[in-house]
């Protein structure tokens, strides 16, 4: 297994799943992971000596514990390792793909466990970690019986039980949270946190009764002598993957053994002030809400203490995304004046500093003395107090400018843990504010911690990562969702950072999402490249997986220079077939191949990779809710020069291969170009029948506007019906491709078109008899009406659900020519409902939010979008080119106000999701995306 990280800030996780022998369980290397196992390649009936397990101690032997399927549900693997016989530990040696770091104690251990009872008694189940030579064990932690309840199981830590007890016959994930003191091993401790993947739960809990519990190890258990997993139990329940994965970058904590001993004893020198290290020392918490044993008390005066940050491995001079967490104490002297909190960082040569972040004094009364703390980044104060006496956690998540220190800016977002506060809230009037680095304190060069303060309160727990604490850090965020001024987007205002990068999504058999990624971009100058070209696939364990299918196009074309055309311009969607095969196009003209490919991978198979028609812009089909797929999905090409537009009907052959067929054509005078935004059906395959409704380049008679058509393909007769017109949108004589029409079915057979406009009132029709396109309803206007002085809707994304309920989304730049992203829906039955506002930007004039609509298998709708804006003014300009300077922004005429501007980029992806039919709408993380 390859190690791409080194191991963090003292994190190891460890989740326990029955391991195999490395011939027989599969590793998953990520970027995080030390190791990571599980028995997906393992057979079902092996036993566990089968798999390299050996039996230790106990009256029962590592031959009664056999691979099996997981029991029960909410476990998403195809095999477990279940327990049987008598009482047995067995062991079994870790491979590390490194050495861990002897100068970290900050470890997490997380297991998965199947709890049960067997002969009307429940069972445990234990995971321990042994040393190399077997010379020591540290305590066991895991699912406990209870002898006066033998028929209950809870959680543990060594010799401690959680007063909650579990529920039988569920999966759950625990997290051991190890605090390790390297100096007296004996006081380490711990903390259990779980959840129920029975109950679909994704996140972790406190068990009760199990934080800071004792977890003494001897010094010759340390986890730099581990060499061995250690498993314990009998006759019930089944254990299931083994991982080891890094965490912070930089952490520092203080351990019950330091209280009372000074700053500079644990480490920390004084570098600035009247003040001295030696006046801070470890003590208790004060107040209520950290349940940590010490943490370092503010004494004396003024002063600015550091300490090395001991980070776990170089920080890449490109980071663009660091989190920094701090958990602060605010206190007033007894004459009733706070006193400051700062936290920086500071370069490993001590000439560059950070500025500071945390808590800063204010007043109540003009010219009094200080009384307030207000939370602050660099200059910047919030508008939100701190209530005095309250343990707050700070998650500052930074954004260094590599190309422009200067530029560098953070969001800093609070709990309150006095108040048991689960969710950072953002500090008002901080999101997206100056934090102006110098190049000597760029990430590259951080070195050491600094901290200032004097007299009162405490500073708990610091850590520093490349990764949030959640994908978002506020909670549900519901829309409308609003942007504000200079740019700050979800990023800022909530700290949304998904795991995955937003793009089109689809899903396969399994309701498995996939998301094609990778950005190229090419502003005149220079190439922008945000995300290497891949796939992404939802693991079994809420990880990402990345696919590069490009190697596939490179073995059939070795000259290919790996240039394609990529971003929202480009047909990134994924089809998947009844079958489970994967279709994709990739655009490939722009290279020395000039081609566009159609990729195919069977399921179980490889990628095969076929060249569509010359010259042509593509359309892939989509999976809707009621057309078939029993045929590989539909594609429209249409001739750059000539307008023609053709049909092409894969299909697959006996030997697995796919034959493309000749193109059918469907009209000599199409619109058909690549859809940035909207991207609707332009056709549906309904068992033998492919639908095509497209926008012509000719008017239609003396209807002024845009005609749109519609007809239909019959697979078995071969037969192409004649084109019935829909009617035309606009008002101009010349027809615009921007006026592309959306196609749907609902279950009974019912076609429904939404006709493509700009600026206009989108026009919905319907088919009269199902099946059928040869009569139709009259086209209807539908949303807000024109006011014929700003914008209207423009890009239809269109879908049926299962309750043939009809989606759509939209842009309209009504109301003050405000670009907002909006949803429209028409239940069965009903008239459509007025739009919804999804998304809205801080400014009018042009704005794209380039979105396409999605639904998995279950009916859940998805909406990706990224923001792009153009025609900004001289101050947008400014604070673009702020935000984001590797953009290379060129106004072609500076004396013109809102001139369209060359060099701009969409930023910021993201993803909406509505689980309740479009009733609301939230932004979207990998919980939402699970199965």
Not at 509 to 521: L, M, S
Not at 620 to 628: R, S
Not at 771 to 785: E, Q, V
Not at 807 to 835: C, I
């Amino acid at each position: 297994m390859s190690m791409q990280r080194l191991i963090s800030q003292g994190c190891v996780v460890l989740t326990t799943c029955l391991i195999a022998c490395l011939s027989c369980q599969n590793v998953r290397a990520q970027s995080w992971a030390l190791e990571e196992v599980d028995f997906e390649s393992a057979t079902i009936g092996q036993s566990a000596t089968d798999l390299g397990w050996i039996t230790r101690w106990g009256n029962g032997s590592a031959d009664n514990w056999t691979v099996t399927s997981p029991a029960g549900t909410g476990n998403p693997s195809s095999r477990a390792l279940n327990t049987g016989g008598a009482d047995v530990q067995i062991i079994t040696s870790l491979h590390l793909s490194q050495a861990i770091d002897t100068t970290k104690s900050q470890f997490q251990i997380t297991c998965q466990l199947y709890g049960k009872q067997a002969s009307g008694y429940t069972r445990a189940l234990k995971v321990a970690m042994a040393s190399a030579n077997l010379d020591a064990l540290t305590p066991f932690f895991g699912l406990n019986t209870n002898s006066s309840l033998p028929n209950q199981l809870f959680c543990f830590i060594g010799s401690t039980n959680s007063t909650q007890n579990i529920t039988v016959n569920h999966w759950y994930e625990l997290k051991l949270i190890l605090d390790v003191d390297l100096d007296q091993p004996a006081n380490t401790t711990a903390s259990l946190y779980i959840r129920d993947m029975t109950n679909n739960q994704t996140d972790f809990t406190l068990a009760t009764g199990l934080a800071d519990i004792a977890f003494p190890l001897s010094s010759n258990c340390l986890p730099k002598h581990w060499g061995y997993w250690q498993l314990r139990g009998s006759y019930g329940g089944q254990f299931d993957r083994l991982t080891m994965i890094q965490t912070p970058l930089a952490s520092e904590h203080l351990n019950a053994a330091s209280i009372g001993h000074s700053a500079t004893s644990l480490g920390w020198n004084t570098r600035w002030g009247n003040g001295s290290a030696d006046h801070w020392d470890a003590a208790l918490p004060a107040g209520t809400g950290n349940a940590k044993h010490a943490v370092l008390d503010v004494g004396g005066a003024d002063v600015q203490i550091i300490k090395p940050l001991a980070l776990s491995q170089v920080i890449d001079a490109n980071t663009d995304m660091l989190h920094i967490t701090c958990q602060l104490y605010g206190q007033q002297t007894s004459d009733g004046v706070t006193h400051n909190l700062r936290v920086a960082i500071a370069s490993e040569d001590l000439v560059g500093l950070t500025p500071f972040f945390g808590m800063k004094t204010d007043t109540s009364v003009a010219g009094g003395a200080p009384d307030l703390l207000r939370f602050f980044v660099g200059n910047t104060m919030s508008t939100d107090t701190v209530t005095v006496g309250h343990w707050y956690e700070l998650l500052l998540i930074l954004t260094p400018q590599p190309l422009s220190p200067a530029n560098s800016y953070a969001s800093l977002f609070y709990r309150d843990m006095t108040l048991d506060q689960t969710h950072f809230t953002l500090a008002g009037g901080l999101a997206g504010v100056s934090m102006a680095l110098s190049s000597q304190a760029m990430p590259a060069n951080w070195g050491y911690w600094q901290l200032r303060g004097d007299y009162a309160g405490q500073f708990g727990e610091l850590k520093l990562d490349m990764q949030t604490p959640t994908e978002l850090c506020t909670g549900t965020i519901q829309t409308p969702i609003t942007h504000q001024d200079d740019f700050l987007s979800e990023r800022d205002l909530y700290g949304y950072h998904p795991k995955f990068i937003p793009n089109t999504i689809s899903f396969d058999q399994d309701n498995r999402p996939h998301i094609r990624q990778g950005y190229r971009y090419w502003d005149g100058q220079t190439t922008l490249e945000r995300h290497p070209v891949a796939i992404q696939r939802l693991g079994d364990f809420q990880d990402w997986q990345r696919e590069d299918f490009t190697q596939a196009i490179t073995q059939q074309y070795s000259w290919w220079d790996g240039n394609m055309h990529t971003g929202p311009f480009a047909n990134e969607r994924i089809t998947f077939d009844d079958q489970g095969g994967l279709y994709t196009i990739v655009d490939t003209m722009s290279s020395n191949l000039g081609k566009a490919l159609l990729l195919y991978k069977p399921a179980g198979g490889v990628y095969q990779v076929y060249e569509l028609p010359a010259n042509s812009f593509t359309e892939l089909e989509a999976q809707d809710g009621h057309n078939t797929l029993a045929n590989p999905p539909a594609i429209l090409c249409t001739n750059k020069t000539t307008k023609a537009m053709s049909l092409v009907l894969p299909s697959v052959q006996g030997d697995g291969s796919l034959s493309l067929g000749s193109p059918i054509l469907i009209t000599a005078d199409s619109l058909l170009v690549p859809q940035h935004s909207g991207a609707a059906n332009s056709m549906l395959s309904v068992n033998d029948q492919v639908f095509v409704a497209w926008a012509a380049g000719t008017s239609h008679g003396n209807d002024p506007g845009t005609p749109q058509y519609i007809t239909v393909y019959n697979r078995q007769t071969q037969q192409l019906a004649t084109p019935v017109y829909l009617g035309s949108t606009g008002q101009s004589t010349t027809p615009d491709n921007h006026n592309i029409p959306g196609i749907t079915i609902d279950s009974t057979g019912i076609l429904h078109v939404v006709l493509g406009v700009h600026h206009q009132q989108f026009q919905y029709t319907h088919s009269i008899q199902p099946y059928d396109i040869s009569s139709w309803s009259t086209p209807l206007p539908l949303g807000t009406p024109w006011d014929q002085v700003t914008g209207s809707y423009t890009y239809v994304s269109l879908l049926c659900d299962s309750n043939d309920d009809l989606h759509l989304v939209g842009r309209w730049a009504g109301g003050g020519y405000y670009f907002r992203l909006v949803y429209l829906r028409k239940k069965a039955g009903l008239a459509w409902e007025d739009h919804k506002v999804l998304m809205a930007p801080f400014r009018n004039m042009y704005s794209c939010w380039y979105h396409k609509m999605s639904m998995d298998r279950q009916g859940k709708l998805f909406v990706n979008y990224i923001y792009y804006a153009n025609q900004l003014s001289d101050s947008e300009i400014q604070s673009y080119e702020q935000k984001w300077p590797e953009d290379n922004v060129v106004d072609p005429d500076p004396n013109a106000p809102n001139s369209w501007l060359s060099g701009v980029t969409p930023h910021d992806p993201g993803m909406l999701v509505s689980d309740d039919g479009g009733d609301t709408w939230h932004l979207g993380t990998t919980s939402d995306l699970m199965q």
